[in-house]
């Protein structure tokens, strides 16, 4: 055996070098683990939101301020102002609501944004006099809400079959598109089956795909390994 600073030939037994004093390796012996130089769990630190979060309400705030004086200040009473501020809200409660929690669920702001997005729909139709609202907005909005919320849900509770999962979201997808022209009909008299069928015939196409994914295992090992689902 030799040292393995000075390479020095040791002698059986020896404990050290004798030229340099380094302590004789032995493969032999039984060796006590030290600590570890890096933490056994690692813990990806939170994002820091708190400052965007800050400096977006600010800057929803300071237009939503600036919307209303301009629009009093011009017509000497609150005309269109009504409309921004509605729109500025929705797009708080989609965009800065969720950073002022740690961990926001998705599923459940999906809900959330969709009833903001209702409750302004009903505002535009309430100040307009449109009554389009019962008939269009809030079918088509509760329509949306319930498909993309329950995707989202499935997506984030169900951690098999993604393939399905994609394969039955892009059907369903594509037949909601009828009932959105079936609402566009009822409310404007719009003619039946103008355009639905087109996204009906691709989306449905998409997920027969996906879902053929999922029965040919060697198509959906191919697909994994490019995409990594």
């Known amino acids: 055996m030799y040292c393995m600073n000075c390479g020095v030939k040791l002698g059986q037994g020896e404990e050290k070098c004798p030229l340099c004093g380094l302590k004789a390796y032995h493969p032999d012996l039984a060796r006590t683990p030290g600590p570890s130089l890096y933490p056994r769990e690692w813990h990806a630190p939170e994002a820091e939101r708190s400052g965007w979060r800050y400096l977006l309400t600010v800057f929803f705030l300071v237009a939503a301020g600036a919307c209303a004086i301009v629009d009093f200040l011009l017509k000497e009473g609150m005309t269109w102002s009504g409309f921004a501020l509605a729109g500025l809200a929705t797009g708080y ?14 599923v459940i702001f999906l809900g959330i944004d969709f009833t903001a997005v209702g409750l302004m729909l009903l505002y535009i139709d309430l100040k307009v006099q449109g009554g389009w609202f019962l008939s269009l907005a809030f ?3 509760a329509l949306y809400g319930v498909l993309v919320t329950g995707f989202a849900a499935v997506v984030k509770y169900v951690r098999r079959g993604r393939f399905f999962q994609l394969g039955g979201g892009c059907i369903v997808f594509g037949c909601s598109a009828m009932l959105l022209e079936l ?28 879902i053929l994914a999922g029965l040919i295992r060697p198509l959906g090992d191919a697909i994994r390994k490019k995409t990594f689902l």
């Not at 409660?93 to 998705?106: A, E, G, K, S, Y």
């Not at 409310?187 to 996906?210: D, K």
Request: proline share 9%; no cysteine; charged share 5%.
């Open 139 to 141: 079918p088509v909005t």
């Open 93 to 106: 409660v989609i965009l800065v609501l969720p950073l002022w929690f740690t961990r926001p669920n998705v």
């Open 183 to 210: 609402f566009l009909h009822i409310t404007f008299g719009t003619r039946m089956f103008a355009w639905s069928l087109y996204p009906v015939a691709i989306l449905s196409t998409v997920g027969l795909f996906w």
